[in-house]
């Protein structure tokens, strides 16, 4: 059974920044392209980056240039570095793969992005 365990969110004012990370338990994640979603009040789930095998990353216009996704295949766990945060930003983040069949979702953690 697979199992992501998403952590690092928090209360950070605009500007601010935070890194987030996902663990992944029961599978190799490595062969897998990885993404970091966020789902805010009253919207969709949506892909704000994802990471390839090999490293190559792809973002979300309304992320380009403030959020970084990286990798640790050794440590099965993906990473979301999100700078110059905005009010926003503010959602549930979780990790995935970037499949049409997903894995479990895990619990998320809470971004919330205030004065």
């Known amino acids: 059974q697979v199992q992501l365990v998403e952590s690092g969110g928090g209360l950070v004012q605009p500007g601010g920044s935070l890194s987030l990370s996902c663990a992944a338990s029961?599978?190799?994640?490595?062969?897998?392209?990885m993404g970091w979603y966020r789902q805010a009040p009253g919207k969709q789930r949506e892909l704000v980056a994802d990471?390839?095998?090999?490293?190559?990353?792809n973002y979300a216009n309304s992320v380009k240039g403030r959020f970084i996704i990286s990798r640790d295949n050794a440590k099965n766990t993906v990473y979301l570095q999100m700078n110059s945060l905005k009010p926003e930003d503010t959602a549930v983040y979780y990790c995935?793969?970037?499949?049409?069949?997903?894995?479990?979702w895990g619990q998320g953690t809470q971004v919330t992005v205030s004065s």
């Open positions: 995935n793969r970037v499949t049409l069949l997903k894995w479990p």
């Open positions: 029961g599978v190799i994640f490595s062969p897998y392209y």
């Open positions: 990471i390839a095998s090999g490293g190559s990353t």
